[in-house]
């Protein structure tokens, strides 16, 4: 007996991969995961257990509580992107969100463009729904390329493009202009736009563009998002979609037969802790800044070429002048000096010549991977 093609024709994230083998070496400084090293904001915490006391422990609606939808409505306006409550699918993190647009949106066959370097689910996800990925190469400052992606438009006629900014694995953010220059390229299509900013909390910039904030594509967008990030909370799982209404109810049918509603402790506890939680992530981003800024005058001053991301948690620098393959470099670098960083080549064929070095670690162990990047650089240039 066989398990499906579909899942037969998916992997395990190269991320987790590379993880396990961390693993096996003994003593080993991983500075590969994708969740912030802070606490949950204490409101959070506060809330939770009053949560409990409260009993609010059983099924919320298959949408989620109001008042937590009403708090990410205000939220989102922040950044002058207009949901109402009715228009919001409170999920089970970023993840079961994204799945259930995907299981909604895609038929057999849908081609689905994704980016490339990016984050490994959209693959997966197109593929397990049983369409077809599209990749489009993000030029060299991982912005995306609008004249091969008009081509790829005009000759595929996809269903759907995946738009990830703040990026992972790279840091990245929309531009003014490259976000205009979509607009300008989507407008009249007749594609699904989903726009995964679960990062969008996590900017070292004044500046936010999304292609969600234009009211006439509305009609296109669907908006993932999520807490895991935000409040450093990835246990808790904690995410949520927005989509004009004739798409959140498809979308709402998928996610009740997936987990029928997020967990509703956690609900209620960002709901009530929200305002509170907000101000402490703030005090996250400035560190996340400091951490950025380290990584990137240490990189530099080995001589790695590296693009300055303005957002999320990641440096993607590229290696390839050292001659070695992503998977090689990784792998010989976890070896000889016990510390692990991600191989591009886990985000797809875009991602090779670069590795993803996550900085959601304390200075400590940043500094000590950074020293022992130093010193494999400087033995191979011998
Ligand atoms: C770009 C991107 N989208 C979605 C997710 C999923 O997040 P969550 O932990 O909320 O499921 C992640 C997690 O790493 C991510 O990097």
């Not at 969100?97 to 370097?117: E, H, Q, R, T, W």
């Not at 409040?231 to 004739?246: E, I, N």
């Not at 009530?272 to 005058?297: C, M, P, Q, T």
């Not at 070896?335 to 797809?348: E, L, M, R, T, W």
Request: a negative charge.
């Amino acid at each position: 007996m066989n398990l499906s093609d579909r899942v037969n024709s998916i992997e395990i994230s190269g991320i987790r991969q590379f993880y396990n083998k961390v693993r096996k070496v003994d003593g080993a400084l991983s500075l590969t995961l994708g969740e912030p090293d802070f606490n949950v904001p204490s409101a959070i915490k506060r809330y939770m257990s009053e949560a409990l006391d409260k009993n609010i422990t059983h099924y919320t609606s298959n949408e989620g509580l109001l008042s937590l939808r009403e708090k990410i409505s205000s939220y989102l306006d922040t950044f002058k992107i207009h949901y109402d409550p009715e228009e919001i699918c409170v999920t089970v993190g970023g993840s079961e969100g994204l799945s259930s647009v995907f299981g909604a949106i895609v038929n057999p066959n849908d081609k689905v463009l994704i980016p490339s370097p990016g984050y490994p689910a959209y693959s997966a996800l197109t593929k397990l729904y049983g369409g077809c990925e599209l990749q489009y190469k993000l030029k060299d400052d991982f912005s995306i390329d609008i004249e091969n992606l008009k081509k790829l438009i005009e000759e595929e006629k996809p269903k759907a493009i995946v738009i990830s900014y703040p990026s992972n694995p790279t840091g990245a953010t929309l531009s003014k202009k490259n976000c205009l220059e979509l607009y300008e390229l989507l407008k009249d299509k007749e594609i699904f736009i989903i726009t995964d900013e679960i990062y969008s909390g996590i900017v070292y910039e004044d500046e936010y563009n999304s292609l969600a904030q234009f009211q006439d594509l509305r009609d296109k967008i669907i908006y993932v998002s999520g807490f895991s990030k935000l409040f450093s909370m990835t246990g808790f799982r904690l995410g949520y979609v927005c989509a004009t209404s004739k798409y959140i109810k498809g979308i709402i049918k998928y996610h009740q037969y997936n987990v029928s509603c997020a967990h509703s402790a956690t609900q209620y506890a960002v709901a009530e802790g929200f305002d509170e939680a907000l101000i402490e992530s703030k005090r996250y981003v400035e560190e996340f800044k400091k951490r950025r800024d380290y990584i990137i005058e240490r990189l530099q001053s080995m001589g790695i070429d590296t693009y300055v991301p303005g957002g999320a948690f990641y440096v993607f620098p590229c290696i390839k002048k050292y001659g070695m393959s992503s998977q090689e470099f990784c792998e010989k670098f976890l070896n000889q000096y016990k510390v692990a960083i991600v191989p591009g080549d886990a985000f797809s064929s875009g991602g090779e010549g670069f590795v993803r070095i996550s900085y959601a670690y304390s200075m400590e162990q940043l500094k000590y991977g950074m020293d022992k990047l130093e010193k494999f650089i400087n033995n191979h240039n011998k």
